[in-house]
């Protein structure tokens, strides 16, 4: 099982280009999520989907947009990089909240991707 | 505000020598307390799921454990090898989790 997979693994940009990161998951998760995480911070949420097709903002979308066409497949995309979005992005998927009986649920990670923006 | 602070930031023992690892939380509606492993240039690994206060999890040389308001990771006689950063995040009743900032535990042979 490759679990979540995440491509790029290392991207340089220059300010005011755009790029996409690619997460694919093959769990079968219904639920999928963008963090970014910078030195002191911790993880931040950027956007999250509870199912294809849907997406929603978490607590940092401002920048970044989303789409979820396909159940297993994620996309984070920059527009117009700022040296601001310089940071690791994870993306994560799980199971839908329904399945445990407290409803919390375990997040599965991707291996990061290291995005640098000059 | 829902948040989630971790202590110490960073952590070094001998390998052998037990210590805790401290996560203090508020949060509207706990679902769940989680505990994940992240090693350099990887992303986080599950350990633990807490759901209510009192309960315990044990893996190998870990122990997590859950009060109202915060959790302790107690790692016992650990080696080399547990060196990492630990973090901690909680799911409150939305869909969200919080992350605290992470513990980076070097254990030295």
């Known amino acids: 099982n490759a679990g979540v997979t995440q491509t790029p693994k290392f991207r340089v940009l220059k300010t005011g280009q755009s790029m996409t990161l690619l997460c694919a998951q093959d769990m079968n998760h219904e639920y999928m999520y963008w963090y970014r995480q910078d030195p002191g911070m911790g993880l931040r949420l950027i956007h999250y989907s509870v199912g294809e097709g849907t997406t929603a903002k978490g607590e940092v979308p401002d920048g970044y947009n989303v789409s979820r066409l396909k159940k297993q497949n994620f996309l984070l995309g920059l527009e117009s990089a700022a040296p601001s979005q310089t940071s690791v992005y994870f993306c994560a998927s799980s199971y839908s909240f329904t399945g445990s009986f407290s409803g919390a649920n375990v997040l599965t990670f991707g291996a990061g991707s290291r995005l640098t923006v000059l | 505000e829902d948040q989630v602070t971790q202590s110490p930031e960073a952590l070094r023992l001998q390998e052998g020598e037990s210590s805790s690892l401290n996560c203090s939380y508020t949060v509207s509606g706990l679902r769940g307390l989680f505990w994940y492993r992240q090693d350099p240039g990887k992303g986080p690994e599950f350990l633990f799921t807490l759901y209510s206060a009192g309960e315990e999890k044990e893996k190998e040389r870990l122990k997590a454990t859950l009060t109202k308001k915060e959790s302790f990771l107690h790692i016992t006689a650990p080696k080399p090898e547990d060196s990492a950063t630990y973090l901690c995040?909680?799911?409150?009743?939305?869909?969200?989790?919080?992350f605290g900032t992470g513990t980076s535990l070097t254990v030295i042979p």
């Open positions: 995040a909680v799911q409150h009743t939305g869909n969200q989790f919080y």
